[in-house]
C-alpha cells in the first residue's frame, strides 16, 4: 500500500501563488507516476498535471504555463507550484500515485483545499 499526504492548500487572492506538497510512504517501488487532480463543486474531476518517475510532465490545458510540477525522488514528494491564480482554479486538490502494475492511479491524498478569491 502507498500512504500520500498533502499539504499547503489555503486561501489566496487572484493572481497570487501557492505551493502544494505530497509525501509518498509505503510501497514507494510500485509507484510509477504522479501527479494532481482537483474537484470543483459542480465540474468534473480534472488531471491537473503528472510527472513520470523519469521527470516527463503533462498538464491540463487550463493550467498551463501556470501551473509547475516537480518531483523529489530522494523524498518520495511531489509539489505542485501554482501561480496566476484564478478564482476558477478553486478545488479539493487530491495527490495521485499510478500503480505500476495497474497503470490507473490507485492511490490518493485525503486532499487539500485551495480557495482563490478577493
Known amino acids: 500500500q502507498v500512504q500520500l499526504v498533502e499539504s499547503g492548500g489555503g486561501l489566496v487572492q487572484p493572481g497570487g501563488s501557492l505551493r502544494l506538497s505530497c509525501a509518498a510512504s509505503?510501497?514507494?517501488?510500485?509507484?510509477?507516476?504522479m501527479g494532481w487532480y482537483r474537484q470543483a463543486p459542480r465540474k468534473p474531476r480534472e488531471l491537473v498535471a503528472a510527472?513520470?518517475?523519469?521527470?516527463?510532465?503533462n498538464y491540463a490545458e487550463s493550467v498551463k504555463g501556470r501551473f509547475t510540477i516537480s518531483r523529489d525522488n530522494a523524498k518520495n514528494t511531489v509539489y505542485l507550484q501554482m501561480n496566476s491564480l484564478k478564482p476558477e482554479d478553486t478545488a479539493v486538490y487530491y495527490c495521485?500515485?499510478?500503480?505500476?502494475?495497474?497503470?490507473?492511479?490507485?492511490?490518493w491524498g485525503q486532499g487539500t483545499q485551495v480557495t482563490v478569491s478577493s
Open positions: 510527472i513520470r518517475s523519469g521527470g516527463s510532465t
Open positions: 509505503g510501497s514507494i517501488f510500485s509507484i510509477n507516476a
Open positions: 495521485v500515485a499510478e500503480d505500476l502494475d495497474s497503470g490507473e492511479y490507485d492511490y
